[in-house]
């Protein structure tokens, strides 16, 4: 999957397409079963409003709100506890880091300007979660 533009608040009802943060334009490699997963709801629910984001609520991308509600939403019907998007972040970051991925290419997958301004002491073993 091509990683190059992102929605990005600018208040929380707003957002605009932006390039990634920090030059951190990536190609980022998928399992089989999760590109099915993604191309039968593509199919579904085929890309809409004027930038076809793959994912939108009504044809409006995301923002802070719509998407914070959404995932609350979801993560009471699963019987999730308080686990927030910023979190998912982390477990994936996690996840780089337990398979030994170096600072830096954990910087980039996470789009930070450095590895120092990641917040390491929130990176956890992803079998702690």
């Known amino acids: 999957m091509s990683m190059r533009r992102q ?5 929380n009802s707003k957002t605009v397409e932006v ?3 920090y030059e951190s334009a990536r190609t980022v490699y998928l399992p ?4 099915r997963v993604l191309a039968a709801h593509v199919e579904k629910h085929p890309p809409m409003g004027e930038q076809r984001w793959p994912f ?15 995932w609350r939403s ?3 019907k699963v019987g999730m506890g ?3 998007l910023h979190d998912v972040r ?3 970051g996690s996840g780089l880091n337990a398979d030994g991925c170096d600072v830096v290419t954990v910087q980039n ?3 930070h300007s450095c590895g120092l301004c990641a917040d390491w002491g929130r990176f956890v073993s992803v079998n702690q979660r």
């Open 19 to 21: 390039s990634p943060k």
């Open 74 to 76: 979801l993560r009471a």
């Open 90 to 92: 982390h477990y994936f």
């Open 7 to 11: 929605s990005q608040s600018q208040v």
């Open 82 to 84: 308080a686990f927030d």
């Open 56 to 70: 939108s609520l009504n044809g409006y991308v995301y923002n802070r709100n719509s998407a914070g509600n959404q």
């Open 109 to 111: 997958a996470l789009g």
């Open 32 to 35: 089989d079963e999760l590109v």
